[in-house]
């Protein structure tokens, strides 16, 4: 394959605005996206809430000052305060440039673009186009890609990195359609591979696909991990499922019930009740499971989100998708019944260990989105930064990797590490001596994670989600694909990431052991409270050697002191 | 055997999944295999074929992702009929079986076959490309990013349900001409056509335009409706199809297309012998007073091509067709002012 200066792993919103702003910058680049699913099926289309930008459109008073402050606050002082200030002060003009190209926002009665509040703000500044605005964000990008005529290769599943010492030489990937395992020789590599909060499984509401895998392999090529324990919960994930039930459904006046038939939120946050801010309704609910005052299922155990009581004309106007979500992934009419519901893995603050500029330690190597931890969001991620954040960065990066291209050499990656990589998976595939289910081992590794590093943290749990992850990758290298065929092989793609899901989940069970605090997204029952002397810092994985290596990188400050986080 | 999925709640049935399966590097021809499970209520196609495939047969082969609605990965035809299996229901699919027990799964038509339930999107991605479906924008480079264009409630209004379109290639399978003709536009690229066309901030509209009447394109439309009976997010498809049409009459003169002729001889039929089978879909699948409001008005304005399925008897009732004159004479007149008003402006 004809060498490239700038590949891009991933087509969401991170990697797409990379594309775009990398061949604004240097037209004669040779530039390709990869993604294993088509672009506008990536992940970024399931955010809903919005984009936060002080446009000042809603609130007049609004400056990008108090969305730093708001940001910085959020992320209980984790976030490094010089990359906050790149994400609030580019906002207002990187959600300018959306509606310049063509996303739909919704509008104001000015005709400016909509804004409305968001958990944690101090003013109305999240952007929205109705409750789709990730999906227009998404179709917008795409559609601007495919017309400067970006080079995609879809449904190209990345595999590992080609390393030369410091430097990287490109990407190696599977072509699904055909099997076949490619090189992409580049002068610099972008992974916008998108969080790694399915590892929850189950208990996640994340696509399918959200395996981290652009984490894993940046991080078996050597490229430390950031601040991987910080995962967050979302408090009304579906029983089965764990997808989500927005927060509109308390918002309408929705109760949670446990099991006795209690209005329990009254025991943890007497005056706002459902409606207090999502880390301690979360809590709550998993205390009262925890203390056994939830219901049993075969699917696990559960908490009623019960909206009955706002009647049935209510339900179908306000709450409508709310209700079919029940219906399609509950087979649970809300009119008639309480909705199953528990906490459930969000969103990853962790990711590989960037500068502001998109650079990993390694030359050649960027990141950025969701898989990237710049810091901008710390301990904790703000409703509606996260969108902004793979924007901001996403065009950063793309930008920086253009610039920077012309200093590397061209790349070439020899038949015999491609041949490596392809020996790799014929071994994998082997039958004989694999018998070992992948379904299981992932199901398995989502219940380990949920129950010893989840929501509630503690020594003990830890250890032993350590140790039944160690188990797991044991028993993972005995997994079985039992479909043997080149042509769309999802059998095998999905053993593939179940492999990225475990050894990322080592890093987040290690570094949640490591930090003897409680912060943000954090909560270490030994450890209640948050620790500023011994932990206002990152924590960094490395792999050395097939073991995790941790380290710690400090915070940059900047303008706000340490602070309690109180709302 | 039967399999179990999930062991509690009051019922659980037993299920049939009979599925298509073909793999280009082993089978010469496609075929199907039976795959029986015991499912409770709740559960999706999609999570029944989840289960099949950690459970029975891995080599099973079909697309998911966000498992949630959103990302148009699942398409497929459940019981003949396209849609998304991650929120279909395997209950109220069992309501539908032709053969009781047995619940169908295919691939969507009118794409490349790849394995199983996969099919190759790729032609839908180059007719987007093809009929531009982007905005170009009237902002210039330089400007970008310092201000907003002012868009109105009502211009968002336009496009708002257009923009829900999440490409999941249903509508695509459902389409009765794709299914004859492959280079056929295809409903879900007319749609996001439309949108960009009403968008004030694109600067594009005539180039895309031009290219929507060519052959192929938006005046090969029979007027089946398929594509919207059977659209996942319940777009209305072809209000944006009606609109592209009329735009093209407007733009070139009602005599210079050869669509526009087309439906001169179709009016005719309309009025004298009332032989109208894309006019008949339409009140079936919204009633009369819908189609009167919303299809005749474009109609007149002669922009349905016609096409040749034989004459429904339906329109042969005396009664019927003597209401349905006297209504369409009075909507045509309105039409007519309606023009000239807004002409004039
Ligand atoms: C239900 C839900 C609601 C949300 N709501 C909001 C909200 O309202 N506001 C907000 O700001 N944020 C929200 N978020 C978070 C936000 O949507 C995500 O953080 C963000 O979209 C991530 O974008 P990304 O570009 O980094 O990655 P993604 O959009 O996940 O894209 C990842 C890309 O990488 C590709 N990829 C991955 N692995 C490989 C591989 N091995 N080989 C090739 N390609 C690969 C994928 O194909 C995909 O194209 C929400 C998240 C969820 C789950
Ligand atoms: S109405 Fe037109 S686009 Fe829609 S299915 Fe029928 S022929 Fe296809
Ligand atoms: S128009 Fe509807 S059915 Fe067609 S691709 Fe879009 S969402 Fe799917
Ligand atoms: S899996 Fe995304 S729409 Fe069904």
New interface residues.
Partial sequence: MKPFDIVIVGGGGAGLYAAMEAMKTNPALNIAVLSK??P????T??AQGGANAALGNKAKDDTIEMHIFDTIKGSDYLADQDAVEVLCSEAP??I??L????T????L?????AQRPFGGAGRPRCCY??D?TG??IL??LY??C??KGVLFF?EYFALNLSVNGSRSRGLIAMNM?TGKVEAFPAKTVIFATGGYAKMYWNRSSN???NSGDGQAIAFRAGIPMKDMEFVQFHPTGLR??G??VTEGARGEGGYLINKDGERFMARYAKEKMELGPRDLVSRSIETEILEGRGFN???GKYIHLDLRHLGADLIKSRLPQIR??S??????DPIEEPIPVRPTAHYSMGGIDTDNFGRTVMDGVYAAGECACVSVHGANRLGGNSLLDILVFGRIVGHTAAEEAGKFSPATISEAELKESVDELRNRMQPSGHYE????LREELGQTLALNVGIFRESSLLHKGIQDIAELKERFKKVR???S???????LMQVLELQNMLELAETVAVGALAREESRGSHTRIDFPVRDDEKWHKHTLATLVDGKVLPGEKPVTMGRYELQERTY | MTETI????EGKRDVTFRVFRF????DSKPYFDDYTISA?????VL?SLNYI???V???L?????????????CGMRVNGISKLA??S?V?EELDKCREPGIIKVEPLRSLPM??DL?V???PL?DK??HY??????T?PLA???????????EE?HR??KA??C??CASCVSECSILRANKEYVSPAVLLKSYR?NV?S??SIHDVRLAELVKDHGVWDCTHCYRCQESCVKSIPIMEAIHAIREDALECRGPKDTSGAKHAEAFMEDIEKKGKLVEATLPIRTNGMVWTLRNLLPMAVKMIVKRRTPPPPPLVKSAKGIKIFRVMFREMTEHVKQDHQKTHKK
């Fill in positions: 699913v088509y506008n099926r990536s992940h289309s399931a003009k990187i300018r440039e509606e310049n190209i063509g739909p926002w919704s509008r009665d000015d005709n400016t673009i186009c109705a789709k999906h227009t179709q917008t559609e601007q495919l017309r879809n359609k696509a399918a696909g089965k499922s997808l989500l299922s075969p699917a079919e979500m219906l399609n992934f509950e087979g649970v289910r992948y379904g299981a694909v039992f479909d065929s080149d042509v769309f092989n999802t059998n | 999930d062991q509690h709640q793999n280009p590097q082993v409770e209520r709740g559960i999706t999570r495939k950690e459970h047969d891995a080599t082969s079909f697309r998911a992702f966000c498992q949630a609605g959103i990302c148009g990965s991650c929120t229901q209950w790849i394995k996969i190759d999107m790729d991605v987007m490309k531009s479906n982007w905005i170009d924008s902002m400007e970008m990013g310092k201000k907003e264009f002012l868009v109105s409630e968002f496009y708002d923009t829900d999440i490409l960009m968008d901030r694109d």
